[in-house]
């Protein structure tokens, strides 16, 4: 029996091992198909990060052309990541004319390298006015091409005719050089003469709901807003916790199996699949690679989540918190650095208490997020995360760092002494079965609450919205812990003693950043307290958050590093505010339809239907109790009043105008002014569905919703 096992195990390794990347112009492929001169070229400018030789672009294009056409391919794409927050492509056939009517395949050089897509309905934040359309996208030569629907995509930046970044991607690639020249600095100071580059690595969890795409269909607030507006708790949620790493069913697992298909193609290393909390909620995760490829591996995981869900007759959701009172979704950007010769710079190691070189990493991040919180939280803020932190499982918008007990006592040695004597060992846990061996335990513990986690070798940053590209999180973590580097290369490089100077600052950072540092439990109310008392900001909207991206302090760091300019970023503050008031109004609108069309209607039903009853009882002459009857009349009259006056007033909210000019001002009114209203119209509108006979209700209630895919 174990024997067939093991040859089935191996049959399907095989398989995949078959097909796995077959999708991707990978290094393989450009290996065995490019000349050797060519391909070395190419190969420098990826590993170097330098740019390309346009003398090989011809034959790379051509070869690029003839792998995808034996694909299937009639089109090619600049795939690139505008501020809209999600893809964009405009496809091109390959095919040339000719005078004697036929046609013949082409892909130039040129083509390969610059593309031109209209940049005027694109947002630009006031960058671009609407009839300066121009706009090009630059071959990222450092995310491999893949073929996807007949079609060979060629990951680009996308910029403006007069140079302003236009996309999410360009900041992300800059931050990457910028990290890596600051942390070669500090590497070569300790021995490591022959690290050329060092890669921040990222592997992102991605979150997501399953639901049938018939119940979906009935809920146009889920149409329309990616949410559910309206829906009254059910009487089972998560709280047995059954759903989390249970078995996973039979119509789930089938979607699972075909997205890991799909993702292997495409060379995206899906490694992990489970249940999560929330009932109707699941989780993948991939294999750490370079930020730049994760990034683009992750809005392909986004958009083949939702193209497979379809096809098993599903809806994936992917927005932050799709259904009150349960557990939103996430993204997990666990993220990292490497040397180009294979070195964690991360890792702790056996002696982390002597571990320098680790150490003073570990520093430059703490004062990295400690300087540069409110940029930070800014790059987690989106429309959905306002109704996801802080609730259910996901961490505060407090910004704070879980190191655990035996790191968080080496920095408290160094503090004290300025250097690390001893180090707490992690033991084992023994006797959990007579027939198991004692298990090593990690250094640290798990500290789910915390918004910001070093996990063993890497930091898990846990704000990170589910439906958002994660190169705004890691352009904005890679530039702030490059500035840090930056301060403490320039001191080592004059040090006449590198370790005492590097213990030095190791010690100077830990007293004065400390305070960002928190291993307790970050829902607590102590904590709020207490994080208020350390002057740690919390951030708690993207209203909030958003305008600390154009402060001094954040505008002089990223324009020091030519990550944006200040013009680029204001633009960014532009385009987040207008979306987000667009977001609110959209939702604003949908709920009003949905009452005025849909909850009102039904409730008078309900009340028509009370009413008949308690006249028919009546008209019998009978002395018969009607008193529940006309308890529940009240009660359903009373709320429509209630609901009737929530319309009217969220509808002279919404269409009178109320903006000011000023987008700061306009999106704080529909923070406390819109989103206020709609709250008190959700909340009578559950306490209506609650009474309300249920074959009258007219939408799918969150217990048919979310117990519905078998």
């Known amino acids: 029996?174990?024997?067939?096992?093991?040859?089935?195990?191996?049959?399907?390794?095989?398989?995949?091992?078959?097909?796995?990347?077959?999708?991707?112009?990978?290094?393989?492929?450009?290996?065995?198909?490019?000349?050797?001169?060519?391909?070395?070229?190419?190969?420098?400018?990826?590993?170097?990060?330098?740019?390309?030789?346009?003398?090989?672009?011809?034959?790379?294009?051509?070869?690029?052309?003839?792998?995808?056409?034996?694909?299937?391919?009639?089109?090619?794409t600049h795939w690139f990541q505008p501020m809209t927050g999600i893809t964009a492509?405009?496809?091109?056939?390959?095919?040339?004319p000719q005078a004697d009517g036929r046609i013949i395949m082409e892909f130039s050089g040129k083509e390969l390298i610059k593309g031109e897509p209209d940049a005027s309905s694109f947002p630009s934040g006031g960058l671009r006015a609407t009839f300066e359309a121009r706009g090009y996208t630059s071959w990222d030569?450092?995310?491999?091409?893949?073929?996807?629907?007949?079609?060979?995509?060629?990951?680009?930046?996308?910029?403006?005719?007069?140079g302003e970044v236009l996309d999410k991607k360009t900041p992300l690639l800059r931050s990457m050089d910028?990290?890596?020249?600051?942390?070669?600095?500090?590497?070569?100071?300790?021995?490591?003469?022959?690290?050329?580059?060092?890669?921040?690595?990222?592997?992102?969890?991605?979150?997501?709901?399953?639901?049938?795409?018939?119940?979906?269909?009935?809920?146009?607030?889920?149409?329309?807003?990616g949410r559910t507006l309206f829906g009254a708790i059910p009487p089972?949620?998560?709280?047995?916790?059954?759903?989390?790493?249970?078995?996973?069913?039979?119509?789930?697992?089938?979607?699972?199996?075909?997205?890991?298909?799909?993702?292997w193609k495409l060379g995206v290393s899906s490694k992990t699949k489970h249940n999560e909390v929330a009932p109707s909620q699941h989780e993948m995760a991939p294999i750490f690679t370079s930020s730049n490829i994760a990034t683009d591996h992750n809005q392909l995981v986004m958009d083949t989540l939702k193209k497979v869900a379809i096809r098993h007759k599903l809806i994936c959701l992917l927005h932050e918190k799709p259904f009150a009172g349960v557990n939103g979704s996430g993204k997990h950007n666990n993220w990292s650095m490497g040397t180009d010769t294979g070195e964690n710079l991360l890792e702790p190691g056996d002696t982390p208490n002597v571990n320098l070189r680790f150490l003073v990493f570990l520093a430059a991040v703490i004062k990295a997020v400690d300087v540069y919180q409110d940029i930070l939280r800014a790059s987690a803020a989106n429309p959905g995360n306002d109704h996801r932190l802080g609730a259910n499982e996901a961490p505060p918008a407090i910004i704070s760092i879980f190191l655990g007990d035996q790191l968080s006592d080496i920095l408290d040695q160094i503090e004290k002494t300025g250097i690390a004597k001893s180090i707490k060992e992690s033991g084992e846990i023994k006797n959990l079965l007579s027939t198991l061996p004692s298990l090593p335990k990690d250094s640290t513990d798990r500290n789910r609450t915390s918004p910001f986690a070093f996990t063993g070798?890497?930091?898990?940053?846990?704000?990170?919205?589910?439906?958002?590209?994660?190169?705004?999180?890691?352009?904005?973590?890679n530039t702030a812990v490059a500035e840090v580097l930056r301060e403490i290369a320039d001191k080592l490089e004059k040090s006449k003693d590198v370790e005492a100077d590097s213990y030095n600052i190791v010690r100077d950072i830990v007293k004065n950043h400390k305070r960002i540092i928190f291993n307790g439990n970050n829902y607590s109310d102590e904590w709020v307290k207490e994080a208020k008392s350390r002057g740690i900001l919390n951030l708690k909207s993207?209203?909030?958050?958003?305008?600390?991206?154009?402060?001094?302090?954040?505008?002089?760091l990223m324009v020091k590093h030519r990550i944006l300019n200040e013009v680029e970023l204001k633009s960014r503050f532009e385009i987040i505010m207008e979306s987000y008031i667009k977001t609110v109004r959209i939702e604003a609108l949908t709920m009003l339809k949905m009452t005025k069309r849909q909850f009102?209607?039904?409730g008078m039903k309900y009340i028509q239907v009370l009413s008949d009853g308690i006249n028919s009882v009546k008209n019998t002459g009978l002395s018969v109790d009607t008193s529940v009857q006309a308890d529940l009349l009240k009660k359903s009259s009373d709320l429509l009043v209630l609901i009737n006056k929530n319309v009217v007033n969220l509808e002279k909210l919404v269409y009178e105008d109320h903006s000011t000019g000023d987008i700061l001002s306009h999106g704080k009114y529909y923070k406390e002014k819109v989103m206020a209203e709609m709250s008190e119209l959700r909340k009578n509108v559950d306490s209506l569905e609650v009474i309300v006979d249920h074959d009258l209700w007219p939408v799918p209630t969150y217990g048919q919703i979310l117990y519905n895919v078998e």
């Open 89 to 96: 492509e405009k496809h091109d056939s390959f095919i040339s």
């Open 1 to 76: 029996m174990s024997n067939n096992l093991e040859i089935e195990n191996n049959e399907k390794t095989r398989v995949v091992s078959e097909y796995y990347g077959e999708n991707v112009f990978n290094d393989n492929i450009m290996r065995q198909r490019l000349p050797k001169s060519i391909y070395k070229s190419l190969k420098k400018s990826i590993d170097e990060a330098k740019p390309i030789d346009p003398g090989i672009a011809d034959v790379v294009a051509a070869t690029m052309k003839d792998w995808a056409i034996e694909k299937g391919a009639t089109h090619y």
């Open 141 to 162: 030569c450092t995310s491999p091409a893949f073929y996807r629907d007949g079609t060979l995509y060629i990951p680009t930046a996308f910029y403006s005719y007069t």
């Open 600 to 602: 009102i209607p039904a």
């Open 457 to 477: 070798n890497k930091f898990e940053f846990r704000m990170v919205p589910s439906s958002s590209s994660i190169a705004g999180p890691n352009f904005v973590l």
């Open 236 to 263: 089972k949620g998560q709280e047995m916790e059954d759903h989390y790493f249970g078995t996973i069913k039979e119509s789930v697992a089938a979607f699972m199996s075909e997205l890991d298909e799909e993702l």
């Open 178 to 225: 910028v990290l890596s020249n600051q942390a070669v600095r500090i590497v070569k100071l300790f021995g490591g003469n022959n690290v050329k580059r060092v890669i921040t690595t990222v592997g992102a969890e991605q979150e997501y709901f399953l639901i049938s795409q018939e119940m979906y269909k009935r809920r146009k607030d889920l149409v329309y807003t």
């Open 542 to 556: 993207l209203v909030e958050a958003i305008p600390t991206i154009i402060e001094k302090k954040n505008v002089e």
